[in-house]
């Protein structure tokens, strides 16, 4: 998986050091019987006044509350009954705690979680977020420990199976950084462009890794491309935040139409943010109510609040925006002492903090942790007298992934969701909206760093000359309201309005999923319904497969055992469709452009930094467009040449993978979801933990975007969708894969994966009235008296 959140990366890496008890004869057994209590009444010190959790068929928790204290108590502990053994190592991960359980390969993981911890101002850290951020996480926190203490006789299978133990949580657990800078960018593809550009030169990577908008490549004066390379982000690499440098090819969907479009004359809101597909769901559903509080959706379970939902006025839904968000440093050092570094004339000392580790079977490891100016040293290079530093916006109080959520999730007008934006900071995201009013908007959210004269698209020397210059208001970053065009849709693709005067980032997703959005919103008398979204979101349709084909039908010189293939190609209609035969073929070919076109013409080791940036749609590009650095000296028979080639080969991959007969081929035998549990390391194991892989449709270029990785599987996509009907909330939809549970034994733990395997969905009801209908578990937190 390309952008595995970072806990499941982690633990995939490191599963063989987890010393693990002897298995016993009934694992299912044993999962079962440390299963929360979701029905019935318990009693907690400390809690105000009765609060009442009902869930409903769909696992989904329904919390009422009669104070705002009560209401993030249960929320934490509800969240550590269904997720406990995930909040761990995300607590683990985010306060660099994880060498303890792991041993010493996790030491350095910890190291650069420690490098990236928050050192400013608290005070600042909390109130950034919200006025009462501050009480609403120590009593989030209160609720994760009440569970942890109550449950320290019957913890979850994966704690028996490992012998971790989880421990208290404080209020900062939920100020880490390590998520957040995983969704923030772009110092990885900084790197890239470096060393191409020492390769080939700057103009290779502009008609390479093309900037959007448009912007020659500049080396900074002062800059020595030479030892740029991946030893850089060595460390970040070594942390599990392994960058992949496609970022800019993943996303989210999020649209919006008002009245005018919809058959209830009322706003309908669609969101599917693409993240990892783990088990479990990296997103957890909740229901908020308590004073102040009305609001429902999807979260990550480590933090209050609901990030994608809807409140009872106010609807919104995120994809993330291409905001650049990273610089890297190239410090000069002083030549007899590396903790010295030249900035603005004068040699200053770096500030060393030193740190013990502790480590599972060894001694504690102390490591020192250096900091210039711009942010924290991240590799060292003695040779050439330099250190590398990360300046980054999780440097900034009010950075902490998700949190600027705590108002958003009580704004009820669109002034009210603005001024909420405001403190929205990390992710960097487009956040669509409609209201009970009937009215719907857009709004580019996210700590923009200013740059006066230099684009951040390389590394910089850091000497002062290259500073932020402040942050972008956030007034100031693109939006909309009730557009003449009555829909408003995002996909990660270029955001920025014509003649738009700032620079926001120059790496952004193709517009494939956002011009299919386009193009179906724009159907002349449509009149949208919740099941037309639930359609959409589901659309396999490709304009790139079609063009793709295009292009292959017109080549010259094509073997007369081929011609039946792209014949057949040629009539299909670039459905993906998990049953089509012609989608199969399409994907092995297109799997096969990228290392054909580029491959022969680059160095071995240049292409090996790049296969990660050039893919089929580079391919493709320059398909279009022969020329001789490609194609040799006659570059549309060079061309002509390689596409036989590619797809002589992907015929013969299909034989071989799918049988000789051609009408049995099918994408779905090939294309699935991936649902194993990291500590599924024998049959006992895999019988309690793992999960059917279900066929999936559809590729990285299609609304159902699942893209995927090694061996056409699909690991990333949307594993939460919501589709908000403002006229009626109760008529709101959602999905959560594979389960809101993660304790194996649940019935909750795999329940959901059926509907989201067929694109179905359940309700996300939000009346009282309605919930109590159909709730299947009730359970009472009462006062100690």
């Known amino acids: 998986m390309k952008r595995a959140r970072l806990f499941l990366v982690l633990l995939f890496l490191s599963s063989q050091t987890l010393v693990a008890q002897s298995n016993p004869p009934d694992l299912t057994a044993q999962a079962r019987a440390v299963l929360s209590q979701t029905s019935g009444r318990i009693q907690v010190p400390g809690l105000q006044k009765p609060v009442t959790v009902l869930r409903d068929p769909w696992g989904v928790p329904h919390i009422f509350a009669e104070t705002q204290d009560d209401l993030f108590f249960a929320q934490g502990f509800v969240a550590a009954q269904d997720r406990l053994w995930q909040m761990e190592i995300w607590r683990r991960t985010g306060e660099g705690k994880l060498a303890e359980v792991l041993g010493p390969g996790a030491v350095e993981r910890d190291r650069f979680a420690r490098l990236l911890r928050y050192r400013g101002d608290l005070e600042a850290e909390y109130a950034s977020y919200a006025p009462d951020a501050k009480q609403i996480l120590a009593a989030f ?23 971790i133990r989880p421990e208290p949580w404080t209020p900062e657990v939920c100020l880490t950084r390590m998520a957040g800078y995983i969704m923030t960018r772009n110092a990885g593809l900084e790197v890239v462009r470096a060393q191409a550009a020492r390769e080939m030169g700057t103009a290779f990577v502009d008609e390479m890794i093309v900037a959007d908008p448009p912007r020659k490549l500049e080396v900074p004066p002062g800059l020595d491309l030479a030892g740029i390379d991946g030893k850089v982000l060595a460390l970040a690499e070594a942390a599990g935040a392994a ?12 649209w919006v139409v008002d009245g005018t479009l919809s058959a209830t004359g009322k706003p309908l809101l669609a969101n599917d943010p693409h993240r990892t597909i783990a088990l479990p769901s990296l997103r957890y559903l909740t229901h908020l109510v308590g004073p102040g509080w009305n609001v429902i959706g999807a979260g990550e379970p480590a933090l209050p609040g609901v990030a994608a939902g809807h409140n009872d006025r106010v609807a919104f839904g995120f994809t993330i925006v291409g905001i650049d968000q990273q610089d890297l440093y190239v410090e000069t050092t002083h030549p007899e002492d590396p903790n010295r570094y030249l900035y603005n004339g004068t040699w200053e000392p770096m500030r060393v903090e030193k740190e013990l580790i502790r480590v599972k079977g060894k001694d504690p490891v102390e490591v020192e942790l250096k900091f210039t100016a711009h942010g924290p040293v991240i590799h060292e290079d003695r040779e050439r007298r330099r250190a590398w530093t990360l300046r980054w916006v999780g440097s900034e109080p009010g950075t902490a992934g998700y949190l600027g959520s705590l108002s958003l999730n009580r704004a009820r007008s669109w002034p009210e969701f603005l001024a909420a934006l405001d403190r929205w900071k990390v992710p960097s995201e487009n956040l669509v909206y409609a209201d009970v009013d009937g009215n719907i908007g857009w709004q580019a959210a996210g700590l923009t760093p200013l740059r006066k004269g ?79 979204f639930e359609r959409l979101q589901h659309d396999e349709k490709s304009h790139t497969a079609c063009e793709a084909v295009r292009l292959l039908a017109s080549a010259k010189g094509m073997d007369e055992a081929l011609r039946p293939h792209v014949e057949r190609l040629a009539r299909w ?12 073929l399409y994907e092995i070919w297109r799997s096969k452009l990228a290392p054909a076109v580029f491959q022969p013409r680059l160095s071995k080791q240049l292409w090996e930094v790049l296969a990660g940036e050039l893919y089929s749609d580079e391919a493709l590009r320059e398909l279009r467009s022969p020329t001789p650095r490609w194609f040799g000296d006659d570059p549309a028979a060079g061309r002509d040449a390689v596409l036989v080639a590619t797809l002589r080969e992907a015929v013969a991959e299909a034989r071989k993978t799918l049988g000789d007969d051609p009408a049995k081929w099918r994408w779905g035998a090939l294309h699935k979801a991936r649902f194993a549990h990291v500590l599924s ?19 990285g270029t299609t609304v159902n975007s699942t893209g995927g990785g090694q061996g056409y599987l699909q690991t990333h996509g949307a594993s939460f969708r919501e589709i908000l009907d403002v006229a009626d909330w109760d008529r709101s939809v959602g999905t959560n894969v594979p389960g809101q549970s993660g304790q194996p034994g649940s019935p909750h733990y795999d329940d959901l994966l059926p509907l989201w395997a067929e694109g179905r969905y359940f309700p996300l009801l939000f009346s009282r009235e309605k919930i109590e209908e159909v709730a299947k578990e009730k359970l009472v937190l009462e006062p100690v008296k």
């Open 681 to 699: 390391t024998d049959p006992a194991r895999k019988a309690l933990f793992d999960l059917l892989f279900p066929e999936r449709g559809g590729d």
């Open 454 to 532: 230099w684009s951040g698209l390389l590394p910089v020397p850091g000497d002062g000359r290259y500073e932020w210059q402040g942050f972008l208001p956030m007034s100031e970053l693109p939006r909309s309201f009730n557009p003449p065009e009555h829909f408003l849709a995002t996909a990660n693709h270029n955001i920025l309005p014509p003649g738009y005067p700032h620079e926001l980032g120059y790496d952004w997703a193709p517009p494939d999923r956002f011009q299919r959005l386009v193009e179906v919103l724009r159907t002349p008398g449509r009149k949208y319904t919740v099941a037309d």
């Open 573 to 584: 209609d670039c459905v993906l469709d998990v049953d089509s035969g012609e989608a199969a």
């Open 243 to 254: 960058l992949t440098f496609e970022q800019r090819k993943d996303g989210s969907n999020n």
């Open 141 to 163: 926190v209160r609720g994760v420990n009440f569970f942890i203490e109550s449950s320290r006789d019957r913890l979850p299978v994966e704690f028996q199976l490992t012998g």
